[in-house]
C-alpha cells in the first residue's frame, strides 16, 4: 500500500475514533490493528500503530490533559487495553 495513502487513512482513522473521558476505546485500536494486518506485514503493524496514537493526539489533544486513564495507567492511550 503507498505509504501517503497509508498516512491519510491513519489520520482520518484518528479524527473519527472514540475518544472519550477514560481515553481511547480499545475497540478503536482492535480497528485499526485489524486493518494494519490486512495490508502490512507484521513488521510494520507497530510502527503504524505507534503513528496511528500519535494522530489520536493530534486530533484530541483534550486526552493528554486527563493524566491518565481509569485503569490507572499513566497513559490515555492505552487506558482501557490489555494489548494490540
Known sequence: MNESILNALLQLFAMIANVGKDGLS???IEIV????????SAQLINKYI????????TYHPEITDKGGG???????LRAGRSGH
Open 33 to 40: 490493528h485489524f486493518y494494519l494486518q490486512q495490508h502490512l
Open 50 to 57: 505507534t503513528l496511528f496514537e500519535k494522530y489520536i493526539i
Open 70 to 76: 481509569s485503569d490507572g495507567s499513566a497513559d490515555p
Open 26 to 28: 480499545s475497540r478503536a
